[in-house]
């Protein structure tokens, strides 16, 4: 049966960028039975089981992306940040750390000071001559 | 009667602050990064057992002036719950220094490990979810703020930032990939976690230096495959239009009065690495040009090329130096690590 959903997301990861998409799109929250519609338009193909979106959702529940209310007698899911605020957290995750130590994170290059942004400047156009 | 203490305890002081210090200052380590790792890791282990070893072989010295032999006699005496009549309370206290040095230097460096591994668990789970493009290994943030960094692990991420990809020509992106692939598939966050772990354990200012000097050598190795995977011109662009643009994005420093020299020592090893790269290619150019003109004049050797290879026109007798240079450090790994052992288990 997976094999004839061959537009819905299969592999967990997958399944949960979908329903994490779902939810950042409807900030004022869905039903697991209205994910499992939205996630069907997207893709086109055929509707998922409720119950393995209800896993997903538990999934991302426990890991703080997601929060729920009771709605009658559903419960209505929200992302807890949005897309843009995940982003800027990630990323700041990193950044902030004094030159990579803290977290060990490997990055590209440290923040410079506007001074040392000139003195790189100059340094390059050395290079180019 | 002190016979094993005396040696080990000028080898702990030697490697606690002079060797890391001028290590940190020499220049050599920038032509040479990979041999200059090994020998800060060498300097970290060997300095670490001997900052324990030193007041182990104090402490036991009244049983035994042999270390391995002294420490079988107090363990004799522990099994016994006895403590040996011989030792005076500078004993008592010198072991006690070492097994709180020991659980401590183990206890963070595990903490560490932990702490590290948990913030990567979560921050690669994050950009999974959020990233709006992803192939199997990189990762595409939606932001304005030029950033690439790895998250490191055994399925590595890298991230890159829409402004990333805005700010830099196709060759440029090319080699911010190339540099942080190179750190993912090192595991080069493997090399660096120790000496974070060991500068927590001890924050003194040769653990910092240490630090921030195996950061930067793990950041030119990077840098070294990138250029050869792509261009040295390329990655110094690169390096300076998100070096120069990093600023930008908001962070916590500059709140209080250490911002500043923060700031400073995040930034100045950005600087350091664009000059490494801009010397390198004007010293290859030097090279090939001569090359091309010895081959114009029919004279070319294999030889010559060799000799030019180096990257550095010198005098015959600074190349041998500069050539002995990396097996050098390399020797010097290699004792400190065998030396020590050997002298507490003969």
């Given amino acids: 049966m997976a094999d004839e959903r061959a537009a819905a997301p299969r592999r967990l990861g997958d399944l949960e960028r979908a329903v994490m998409d779902v939810l950042w799109t409807h900030p004022e929250g869905s039903t697991a039975q209205e994910i499992v519609e939205r996630l069907a338009t997207r893709t086109g193909g055929p509707e998922l089981a409720t119950t393995t979106v209800l896993t997903v959702l538990d999934r991302l529940r426990r890991k703080d992306f997601v929060d729920r209310e009771r709605a009658g007698r559903a419960h209505r899911y929200r992302a807890v940040s949005s897309r843009d605020d995940v982003v800027a957290a990630s990323m700041l995750a990193v950044l902030k750390t004094t030159d990579d130590r803290r977290s060990a994170l490997v990055r590209f290059a440290g923040a410079v000071s506007p001074e040392e942004a000139a003195l790189l400047r100059e340094a390059l156009a050395e290079l180019e001559e | ?346």
């Fill in chain 2, 1 to 346: 009667m002190l016979a094993d203490a005396w040696p080990l305890a000028v080898l702990a002081i030697l490697l606690a602050w002079p060797v890391p210090t001028v290590l940190a200052r020499a220049v050599w380590p920038r032509r040479h990064p990979r041999a200059a790792i090994a020998l800060w890791q060498a300097v970290g282990v060997a300095g670490g057992l001997s900052l324990i070893g030193a007041p182990l072989a104090i402490g036991v010295a009244p049983l035994d002036g042999h270390l391995r032999t002294g420490l079988a006699e107090l363990a004799r005496d522990a099994v016994r719950l006895r403590v040996p009549e011989a030792l005076g309370w500078g004993q008592e206290v010198a072991l006690a220094l070492a097994g709180v040095l020991a659980v401590r230097l183990v206890g963070v460096t595990l903490l560490s490990a932990v702490r590290i591994e948990r913030d990567l668990r979560r921050q690669r789970y994050a950009v999974d979810l959020a990233a709006e493009h992803a192939d199997r290994q990189v990762r595409v943030l939606e932001h304005a703020a030029p950033a690439a960094y790895c998250l490191p692990g055994t399925r590595p991420r890298i991230v890159i930032t829409e402004g990333t990809i805005a700010a830099l020509a196709p060759d440029e992106l090319e080699a911010v990939l190339a540099h942080e692939r190179a750190h993912a598939r090192w595991r080069h966050e493997l090399v660096v976690q120790p000496f974070v772990a060991w500068e927590s354990a001890l924050p003194l200012p040769p653990a910092r230096r240490a630090t921030a000097a195996v950061t930067a050598l793990v950041e030119m190795l990077a840098d070294d495959h990138a250029a050869r995977a792509v261009s040295r011109p390329a990655l110094a662009r690169a390096l300076v239009a998100i070096g120069g643009t990093a600023g930008v994005v908001p962070t916590r420093r500059g709140t209080g009065g250490g911002g500043t020299a923060a700031d400073e020592k995040a930034s100045t090893p950005t600087l350091d690495r664009v000059h490494r790269l801009i010397r390198a290619t004007t010293a290859a150019t030097a090279t090939s040009s001569t090359a091309t003109a010895t081959a114009a004049t029919g004279k070319t050797t294999a030889r010559a090329t060799a000799a030019t290879a180096t990257g550095r026109r010198t005098t015959p007798t600074a190349t041998t130096t500069e050539r002995l240079i990396a097996p050098a450090a390399w020797l010097t790994a290699t004792l400190l690590l065998i030396a020590p052992t050997w002298f507490v288990l003969r």
